[in-house]
């Protein structure tokens, strides 16, 4: 059974620092996605990352996937407080059309 | 742009009620997928359809059902509602090919009482 786990849980940093979330995943895959949900909101999409080695990047955001790790990360850049939001990643589990999402990482960018 | 449209932003029902989520995609999109989500547990999926009158369960689908008749359209039925029922049902809907990101829809907070 797959499963995600997303780490830290609740992220809270000053404007202008750097951090970087973790996604983990249990077994094999090399589709996975970011989204955004902002307070009140439903999801957006940030990110699809869809093979081993894959970077993708959106202003201050930095995406990239270790399918051998099973890990992938999401690097916040010099953050700023229009980047509050909780984020999630889920993982295609591979041949099912099921996409697994992780628990979410509640950021606080405080000015 | 892509739409998902789900009915309601809020209901309340109550206990032992049937209850209806109606989610409509107007993309042409195969992929239609129910989640809930809960406070601390993320999104979990309720059950998914990758084509029209086709349904296969996901992780937590238990007390739901879905109705998919038409391609535009996929239902999520609580057959007797129970408090342990009430989330924030979210549909979503994707196309299918290489790029299969998920397209949302705002949601529907859900009370049973």
């Known amino acids: 059974e797959l499963k995600v786990e997303q780490n830290p849980l609740f992220l809270s940093m000053q404007e202008g620092k750097n951090y970087t979330i973790y996604c983990n995943y249990s077994t094999t895959s090399d589709r996975l996605y970011w989204y955004r949900q902002d307070p009140g909101k439903s999801l957006e999409s940030l990110f699809v990352?869809?093979?081993?080695?894959a970077v993708k990047q959106e202003g201050r955001l930095m995406a990239s996937l270790d399918t051998k790790a099973r890990l992938s990360t999401l690097h916040i850049t010099a953050a700023v407080h229009d980047l509050s939001a909780t984020y999630f990643c889920a993982v295609e589990d591979s041949g099912t059309y099921k996409y697994i999402f992780g628990t979410g990482t509640r950021l606080k960018v405080l000015a | 742009d892509v739409k998902v449209t789900q009915s309601s932003r809020y209901l309340v029902k109550r206990t032992g009620e049937k209850v209806f989520l109606e989610c409509v995609q107007d993309m042409d999109h195969e992929n239609m997928f129910w989640y809930r989500q809960d406070p601390g547990l993320g999104l979990r999926l309720i059950y998914f359809s990758y084509d029209v009158k086709m349904k296969e369960k996901g992780d937590i689908p238990e007390g739901y059902s879905v109705s998919r008749e038409k391609k535009e359209r996929f239902s999520l039925i609580l057959e007797s509602a129970s408090t342990n029922q009430t989330s924030m049902y979210l549909c979503?809907?994707?196309?299918?090919?290489?790029?299969?990101?998920?397209?949302f829809g705002s949601g529907t907070q859900l009370s049973v009482l």
């Open positions: 979503a809907s994707s196309f299918g090919g290489a790029d299969e990101k998920l397209f």
């Open positions: 990352l869809l093979s081993n080695g």
